[in-house]
């Protein structure tokens, strides 16, 4: 699972977990909607979270790669020497083939399994942005009486969104009073050219 879809799955869970919680059942229901994927580009700490976490899954990748030219380097050999080797010699060649295979998928595991380094190093980074959002959501849907709020970026179908009803930037303003938010007049809903990041605001975009 990706690192989009793993962030829209937890996401969207808290999203409807918070709809049901504050619906109204008696009363005219309110609805709105959140554009996670632009909440996140307008956080800069998430940025810095995501480029950590691709330095340390290139440099894992490197090293697994490494491991496997030299895995390579011993077949070659092996199949080159082998005519010329005693059974023991062979077995020997052979053992060192299966420890390195071993070795690799050993890694391999390590790095990038399903709870491996680079899983555990996305929740150490990730959930605490999430929560951030979560937390500004709850505080908006409290204060605006929201019965339910939607992610559009989740994966969901959505036909028609009324842009009246997109609290994306409220969130960010609301996140801004807990940790950075990029100045609302400097935000974008798309990456700019050469991958540089909008100016950011320490304080957070006040509404």
């Not at 895995?71 to 010329?84: A, H, N």
């Not at 994966?155 to 950075?180: A, H, R």
């Amino acid at each position: 699972m990706n690192m989009k879809t793993t962030k829209s799955l937890l996401l969207m869970a808290m999203l409807l977990f918070l709809g049901i919680s504050h619906s109204n059942a008696q009363g005219s229901q309110k609805f709105a909607f959140v554009d996670s994927d632009y909440i996140l580009q307008n956080i800069p700490e998430y940025g810095d979270a995501q480029e950590q976490i691709n330095q340390l899954s290139t440099k894992w990748e490197k090293e697994i790669k490494a491991l496997r030219t030299k895995l390579e380097e011993l077949k070659r050999d092996y199949q080159t020497e082998s005519v010329l080797l005693t059974d023991d010699q062979k077995r020997k060649k052979e053992e060192q083939i299966s420890t390195k295979e071993q070795e690799i998928v050993n890694l391999q595991m390590q790095y990038f399994g399903p709870e491996g380094q680079l899983f555990t190093k996305r929740i150490e980074l990730i959930q605490p942005i999430q929560e951030k959002i979560y937390n500004a959501i709850n505080q908006l849907a409290l204060l605006k009486n929201y019965a339910f709020v939607f992610d559009k970026a989740s994966g969901t179908t959505v036909l028609f969104c009324n842009e009246k009803n997109d609290i994306s930037d409220d969130v960010l303003d609301e996140i801004g009073n807990v940790m950075q938010t990029v100045r609302k007049e400097d935000r974008k809903r798309s990456t700019n050219a050469g991958g540089q990041r909008p100016a950011s605001n320490p304080g957070g975009q006040k509404k």
